[in-house]
Nanobody, 116 residues
C-alpha cells in the first residue's frame, strides 16, 4: 500500500533553514507528480509546491517563491523541501502528497515551528 513518511521538521529561528524529506513506498514513485502541502492551526491546508514526474518541473505558491525548493530523488523514492529564510508565518504541519487514480494519499506530517 502507499506509504508517505515525512521527516525533518523542528523548531527554527526566523531566517533559518530546514530540509524536509518524504520517503515514499508502495507505488512507482518516479511516475507521479508529488506535492508538499501545509496546514497551520485554524487554517485550511494549502499547496506549497509541486514537482512533476517526467522532467521535474516545479511550481510554487507565491508565499514561498524564492525561499523554498522542491526536489526529488527517484532512485531513493524520496521527495524533499528545502526551506530557507523561514518566517513565523511558515509555522505549520507539512505534508507530502501523491494523487493516484483520483485518490489523495497523505503522510502523517512533520511539524515546522519558526519562532525566536
Amino acid at each position: 500500500q502507499v506509504q508517505l513518511v515525512e521527516s525533518g521538521g523542528g523548531l527554527v529561528q526566523p531566517g533559518g533553514s530546514l530540509r524536509l524529506s518524504c520517503a515514499a513506498s508502495g507505488f512507482a514513485f518516479s511516475n507521479y507528480a508529488m506535492r508538499w502541502y501545509r496546514q497551520a492551526p485554524g487554517k485550511e491546508r494549502e499547496l506549497v509546491a509541486v514537482i512533476t514526474s517526467a522532467f521535474g518541473t516545479t511550481n510554487y505558491a507565491d508565499f514561498v517563491k524564492g525561499r523554498f525548493t522542491i526536489s526529488r530523488d527517484n532512485a531513493k523514492n524520496t521527495l524533499y523541501l528545502q526551506m530557507n529564510s523561514l518566517k513565523p508565518e511558515d509555522t505549520a504541519m507539512y505534508y507530502c502528497n501523491v494523487q493516484r487514480f483520483g485518490h489523495d494519499y497523505w503522510g502523517q506530517g512533520t511539524q515546522v515551528t519558526v519562532s525566536s
